[in-house]
């Protein structure tokens, strides 16, 4: 899923200080899912907002929705009725979510509540890591299944560097060496000898180097 | 002959390498680079110029290279794969060579997180072996890497560095064997304090014949201190620092700590010589490259054999 993580507080509120009602828009998938911006968290940051605005004796309205999601056109579309009676709109989904949002409601100012910062999983309840850096070109059939790209701080196709300590990478100890976790899944998938193979310098005309992606299905369009 | 460079020359005729190393100023005065060099001249056969080392911006390598070039000496230019991508690491590779420079040794870079900057982009549109790759290809077969032909090839004598000391340890040969299979013809290994370590990890490189392949130069670095002893086991990544190393440190008298350094670096160098497959040894007196003589004439490594031509 898309991870994400709510903005501060202060910086949102900055963000419609002049304004005197907000429409606060959730988005149901991913942002739900990581606990960012989903039916609750509207909850939450419009309780709060409201409570920093009384105190401030600048009240404000706000009207809460969230959609099953942000990104499709059809969900968006569940907004036409009102939106325009809002100042202004804040978008509680991912980056791709916000923009859709703006594209569609050329009006309104839309802005966003969220911090995207990656495709990950999650690790344990209330721990999000990243797993993947949506580089077009997959590689997990030649390094185990583990990413190089992602889980290396330096992307290297034929590490590891010499910082890998303890299997720790040399940024934090924190932060797990992705080529020794590489090497582990290689040697228990009797897959060694994979190691000695180099993999090629890299095209990185797939990632986001080649300009803004897109993906053009003929046999779905309509 | 790959190239023109001395340390090639040595190499190739069975001596045994010194290189050192230089670290370029933060700033803009030649003259820091010129002091180090005048120091070095005559003991070395190769003095590494680092590049931008711990992500700490420094005069470039290329002309601090350029600067030592001038003086007489044999520099090693540095090259990470943090900063530029491959139009900029050919560029500076033809580059470089078109200035005289004729040896690179090809690193990955430290992240940028331990720098002066670290709010920097990093690049890493190669790694190290991919780097050596390159010049390779520049070098023996005259082409980019996008498989246009260049004119007037680079003649780079092509190192990397390598850390028998680092995890996972089962890899650190086939480490090496892949560097060997990209092309390198020499390698500097991290700073050696574990011997038993570094011989263990020699036999396995033996065992597949890999020292016939490729000259290696053993890393030794002084200890000017106890904290700094303890500054290496502690705090850098990768190093192996025995703890019977950290306590000769702490015995001896507070006006010989620095004395008790360069002799522990001395019996290090002796003893890496009779190791079979070593080629030479790197001395990194980091910040104290006025030490370099001294260690290289009590390591009976001086005066350097003379080199025709």
Redesign the interface.
């Known amino acids: 899923m898309i991870v994400a993580e709510r903005k501060p507080l202060e910086q949102i509120s900055s963000m419609i200080e002049s304004n005197s009602n907000v429409l606060i828009v959730g988005c149901g998938e991913c942002v739900t899912v990581c606990s960012a911006g989903g039916k609750k968290e509207v909850e939450i940051l419009a309780s709060a907002i409201n409570m920093l605005r009384s105190k401030e004796g600048k009240p404000i309205e706000i009207r809460q929705e969230t959609l099953e999601r942000q990104c499709d056109a059809e969900y968006l579309e569940q907004l036409r009725g009102f939106i325009g009676e809002y100042e202004v709109v804040i978008s509680m989904a991912c980056g791709a979510g916000v923009q859709f949002m703006a594209e569609k409601y050329k009006n309104s100012l839309v802005l966003p509540a969220l911090n995207t910062k990656f495709i990950g999983v999650t690790e344990e309840q209330g721990v999000w890591s990243e797993r993947c850096h949506a580089c077009g070109d997959c590689k997990l059939h030649l390094t185990g299944g583990v990413c190089p790209i992602a889980r290396c ?15 720790k990478c ?3 100890p924190d932060v797990v ?1 992705g080529w ?1 976790l590489i ?2 899944r290689l ?1 228990d998938l009797g897959q ?1 000898e994979k ?2 193979e ?1 993999i ?3 095209d ?1 005309s797939t990632n986001r180097d080649g300009g803004p992606r897109k993906v053009v299905r003929e046999d779905l369009r309509l | 002959m790959k190239s023109e460079s001395r340390l090639e020359q040595i190499l190739t005729k069975g001596e045994f390498a010194v290189t050192s190393e230089c670290g370029p100023p933060r700033g803009a005065d030649a003259e820091v680079i010129r002091k180090k060099g005048e120091v070095l001249k005559g003991f070395v056969d190769g003095v590494n110029v680092t590049d931008n080392q711990t992500s700490v911006v420094r005069m470039s390598s290329i002309s601090s290279c350029v600067i030592l070039k001038g003086l007489g000496l044999n520099p090693i230019m540095q090259m990470v794969t ?1 900063d530029r991508n ?1 139009i900029a690491i050919q560029s500076d590779i033809l580059g470089a060579a078109a200035l005289g420079i004729n040896n690179i040794l090809c690193l ?4 940028q ?2 720098g002066d900057h670290a709010s920097a982009k ?1 690049v ?7 780097l050596v ?2 010049v390779k290809l520049m070098r023996d077969e005259g082409k980019f ?1 996008g498989g246009e032909e260049l004119k007037g090839s680079p003649k780079m004598f092509i190192g990397a ?3 028998p000391f ?3 340890f ?2 650190r040969v ?1 480490r090496l ?2 560097k060997i ?2 092309g390198v013809d020499f390698i500097q290994t ?1 700073c050696i304090y574990n011997l038993p370590k570094f011989e263990k990890w020699m036999k396995l490189v033996r065992d597949r014949g890999l020292h016939e392949r490729v000259h290696i130069l053993g890393g030794v670095t002084p200890f000017k201190s106890v904290g700094m002893a303890n500054y290496m086991k502690k705090s850098v ?2 190093m192996d620092v025995p703890d019977e190393l950290i306590e000769r440190m702490k015995a001896a008298p507070k006006e010989k700590k620095a004395e008790e350094g360069i002799n522990i670096c001395i019996e290090t160098i002796k003893r890496l010589r009779e190791i079979e497959g070593i080629h030479g040894v790197h001395i990194m007196a980091i910040e104290w490259e006025e030490m370099v003589p001294e260690i290289v004439k009590r390591a009976g490594l001086f005066p350097r054999p003379h080199i025709e031509g």
């Not at chain 1, 701080?153 to 299997?167: Q, W, Y």
């Not at chain 2, 990955?108 to 992240?111: K, N």
């Open positions: 701080s330096k992307s290297l196709l034929n590490g590891p560097c010499g910082g890998s300590t303890n299997g040399e940024i934090s060496c020794q090497i582990e040697s060694l190691y000695e180099i090629p310098i890299n990185w | 943090r491959r990955t870079g430290d992240h997180k331990f990093n890493f549109d190669m790694d190290s072996i991919q790759q390159t890497l560095a390598e850390n680092a995890d996972p089962e890899i086939p064997a892949k299979a990209a991290q990544p990768g």
